[in-house]
């Protein structure tokens, strides 16, 4: 199996060595090319993450957009995450196709990283959200109207542009990575806290129905639960020297962000109320007639 790896992320030198003939996968300094067997799973695993993912967002970013019209203010931030996903099938479909012009490759790979940073400022959004919700219910009520939410909105995507746009200008390896992965390793310690501040809140609260604390905290570890089974192996990639030149290892952590879109979809379904009860009630029926049979053996 051939696998050859480009560093440099200069028009020139990445151009001279572009190969369309062989699978490429976006790196934020370069461009992997795999062929083989790695070339057919990564094929694959990209062309049914679009099938079933492209379809499902776009019913969930209509299903939410209905909510926000009748004055729902928790959808919009979701709704945002759903838009970098659509986004980010766009590369998708870019990276299957493999053109042979290198500025489409070019223009999608920064389109594809703006969206990969957008969609983590945005878990943070709706970690937040959650969090003001239990620990300061009378200021959200009264102070977190739509206006709100979408200038909120505006700031998180323009944010991005911090990272993406040197990018376009900066040749130094070395400084791209950790500025990526600062950028990344940030939202970390901001989720955590907005998940333990809202268990200690939600102990103490007496007034939350216990299935809205289910969702809520359901919610807030699924947030963190994609962030450290997705992003969080990318960014040690990028910080270890030894591990960034690796063509496996990259291999496997580009699956892990090509399944963020799909992980997004699930956070979906458990902002609908009554998700999680089905799903809890789903896993004891579970354990139930799997210890029915275990009894009826003995």
Same mark, same amino acid.
Request: net charge negative.
């Given at each position: 199996?051939?696998?050859?790896?480009? $560093?440099?992320?200069?028009?020139?030198?990445?151009? *001279?060595?572009?190969?369309?003939?062989?699978?490429?996968?976006?790196?934020?300094?370069?461009?992997?090319?795999?062929?083989?067997?790695?070339?057919?799973?990564?094929?694959?695993?990209?062309?049914?993450?679009?099938?079933?993912?492209?379809?499902?967002?776009?019913?969930?970013?209509?299903?939410?957009?209905?909510?926000?019209? *009748?004055?729902? #203010?928790?959808?919009?931030?979701?709704?945002?995450?759903?838009?970098?996903?659509?986004?980010?099938?766009?590369?998708?479909?870019? !990276?299957?196709?493999?053109?042979?012009?290198?500025?489409?490759?070019?223009?999608?790979?920064?389109?594809?990283?703006?969206?990969?940073?957008?969609?983590?400022?945005?878990?943070?959004?709706?970690?937040?959200?959650?969090?003001?919700?239990?620990?300061?219910?009378? @200021?959200?009520?009264?102070?977190?109207?739509?206006?709100?939410?979408?200038?909120?909105?505006?700031?998180? @995507?323009?944010?991005?542009?911090?990272?993406?746009?040197?990018?376009?200008? @900066?040749?130094?390896?070395?400084?791209?990575?950790?500025?990526?992965?600062?950028?990344?390793?940030?939202?970390?310690?901001?989720?955590?806290?907005?998940?333990?501040?809202?268990?200690?809140?939600?102990?103490?609260?007496?007034?939350?129905?216990?299935?809205?604390?289910?969702?809520?905290?359901?919610?807030?570890?699924?947030?963190?639960?994609?962030?450290?089974?997705?992003?969080?192996?990318?960014?040690?990639?990028?910080?270890?020297? !030894?591990?960034?030149?690796?063509?496996?290892?990259?291999?496997?952590?580009?699956?892990?962000?090509?399944? *963020?879109?799909?992980?997004?979809?699930?956070?979906?379904?458990?902002?609908?109320?009554?998700?999680?009860?089905?799903?809890?009630?789903? #896993?004891?029926?579970?354990?139930?007639?799997? $210890?029915?049979?275990?009894?009826?053996?003995?």
């Amino acid at each position: 199996m051939e696998d050859l790896l480009i $560093n440099d992320t200069s028009q020139d030198t990445t151009f *001279n060595d572009y190969d369309p003939a062989k699978y490429f996968v976006l790196s934020p300094f370069g461009m992997y090319y795999y062929s083989g067997e790695d070339r057919f799973i990564l094929k694959v695993v990209t062309c049914v993450t679009i099938c079933i993912g492209l379809p499902l967002t776009l019913m969930a970013i209509y299903a939410l957009y209905s909510q926000v019209r *009748n004055d729902h #203010v928790a959808p919009i931030y979701v709704i945002n995450l759903l838009i970098s996903d659509l986004l980010q099938f766009c590369y998708m479909i870019v !990276e299957v196709a493999q053109p042979k012009e290198w500025e489409i490759i070019r223009i999608f790979s920064l389109i594809y990283l703006f969206c990969l940073l957008a969609s983590v400022c945005f878990m943070v959004c709706i970690a937040l959200e959650r969090y003001l919700v239990i620990v300061f219910p009378l @200021w959200y009520r009264f102070r977190q109207t739509i206006k709100i939410s979408v200038l909120v909105c505006v700031m998180v @995507w323009t944010l991005p542009l911090v990272y993406v746009l040197p990018i376009l200008f @900066w040749d130094e390896i070395k400084v791209k990575s950790i500025i990526f992965s600062v950028f990344c390793l940030l939202p970390l310690p901001l989720l955590i806290f907005f998940l333990g501040g809202t268990l200690k809140a939600l102990s103490a609260s007496i007034s939350v129905p216990s299935d809205e604390k289910r969702r809520i905290v359901g919610i807030l570890v699924l947030v963190l639960l994609i962030y450290v089974l997705l992003f969080l192996p990318t960014v040690i990639w990028f910080l270890t020297d !030894e591990l960034q030149y690796s063509d496996t290892l990259y291999y496997k952590f580009s699956l892990f962000l090509k399944m *963020n879109p799909l992980a997004d979809l699930i956070l979906y379904v458990f902002m609908k109320k009554g998700a999680i009860d089905k799903v809890l009630t789903s #896993v004891c029926c579970c354990r139930m007639d799997s $210890n029915d049979i275990s009894s009826a053996a003995e």
